[in-house]
């Protein structure tokens, strides 16, 4: 069974920084390229970052580049994404997700179809 376990959302004023983390288990994680989206109240959801199956490959949606950092560390099944100098405009539930299939690399905007494996979410919220 594939369980993606986001943490590290929380309350934080503009300007400041979380990080998020998302741990895995029920699947090889190397094997898996790996993503962060976001749907705030209203919205579709969105695709903000995605990195490679070994980590040297990683993509940002404009919104965040720049600001945000996704990392991985294999050895621990974790994903991350550090979020620098938030904005109100990033307030939304962060969902981490895994590929749908093992060792693809799909390049620009991750999309939510290309995903077969999500958590349940962790909530940022950022105040002005």
């Known amino acids: 069974q594939v369980q993606l376990v986001e943490a590290g959302g929380g309350l934080v004023q503009a300007g400041g920084t979380l990080r998020l983390s998302c741990t895995t288990s029920?699947?090889?994680?190397?094997?898996?390229?790996m993503a962060w989206f976001r749907q705030a109240p209203g919205k579709e959801r969105e695709g903000v970052s995605r990195i490679s199956w070994g980590g040297g490959t990683t993509y940002y949606a404009d919104s965040v580049k720049g600001r945000f950092t996704i990392s991985r560390d294999n050895a621990k099944n974790t994903l991350y994404l550090e979020m620098n100098s938030l904005k109100p405009e990033d307030t939304a539930m962060y969902y981490c997700a895994a590929d749908a299939r093992r060792r693809t690399l799909t390049l620009g905007v991750p999309r939510s179809e290309d995903f077969g494996y999500w958590g349940q979410g962790t909530q940022v919220t950022v105040s002005s």
């Open positions: 029920g699947l090889t994680f190397a094997d898996y390229a």
